[in-house]
């Protein structure tokens, strides 16, 4: 009895399905009826008209426009993203640039703090290889005296050695060049301002300065405070004249002649109130014996200043007053 209706539920679905298979073609039938007839009534269309050569060089040339349209775009992008990159670098090289800012000046801080200090040792290193370079000298001498060799011996009129105080005229001898060192022309100047140097020392132990140049020459000075029980006591501790060119002064030829600048000079120092100081370089050694011989015959008593190579003329209240002969 289950089995028939089981048949009998599959007869049923196999005629639903044959009912709608049925409709289907039925409505596609009249669907290609009806297309047929759109189709008899529509117009025919017009032949496509042939495009002419302007036009198609025109749409050739808006073509190209749009390509070059596009390249420029693309660089543009390009352009504001290198833009980008480069606002993030110079932002980093200003922080960079920032830090370095900071650094140097706290460098330059210590450097201050340490300027004195370091000048203090240079200029005593510089007064200790003086003593050192004027050893020296006087050993190559005397052993260039032990030398067996023919010599002329010249009479100078003050054999004896004395202490220059009076009027000092001082001479540097470099390169085979003669200047006249105007020193008392700086010391002058270093005088009408040494009140306000010392006004500017503020806390400060030391001050380092710089004055001229007058006649080819600086002169840089060192001011140092002591503080005593009454207060405090500024003294003037060291002072060094630098030439502002190794060219200063004439060739010791030419100065000897007749008219020379050094000539002129001499003539306003006298014989009878003046010494003349020759600051001399290992490399004018036989144009000192020279310039001293001139000097000799002329009436002046000479005193030698033999310096080392680098080390320029200089003064402190530690130092020897001149010997002239």
Known sequence: MARRQASDQEAVGADSFLDVITNI?????????????????????????????????????????????????????????????????????????????????????????????????????????????????????????MTPQIVQITSYPTPLGKTVDDNEAHLQLKGGRLAVLPMDLLIARLRSILRSAVGRMGNSNELVDMIGPIEGFRMRYVVSRRDVAQGSVFELSFVEFLPTSSQLGEPVDDALREGSEFRAALARMSPDTYTITIWTYPDSFAEYARLKKELYELGYAVAARPLPHGMAIGASPKGSKSTAQ
Do not use: C, W
């Not at 009826?33 to 529509?42: D, N, Q, S």
């Not at 390249?71 to 990159?85: A, H, S």
């Not at 090289?93 to 370091?118: D, N, R």
């Open 25 to 145: 073609v039925g409505i596609l039938i009249i669907l290609v009826m009806v297309v047929g007839e759109r189709a008899k009534l529509a117009p025919v269309p017009a032949q496509a008209a042939v495009p002419s050569p302007e036009f198609v060089q025109a749409r050739h040339e808006a073509q190209s426009l749009e390509r070059d349209l596009q390249e420029i775009q693309g660089q543009m992008l390009g352009v504001q993203q290198e833009i980008q990159v480069r606002a993030i670098e110079r932002s980093q090289l200003q922080t960079l640039t920032t830090a370095v800012e900071q650094e140097l000046a706290k460098q330059q801080q210590t450097l201050g703090e340490t300027k004195g200090a370091q000048y203090a040792i240079d200029r005593d290193l510089a007064l200790a290889e003086d003593a050192l370079a004027k050893a020296n000298t006087e050993r190559e001498m005397v052993e260039k005296a």
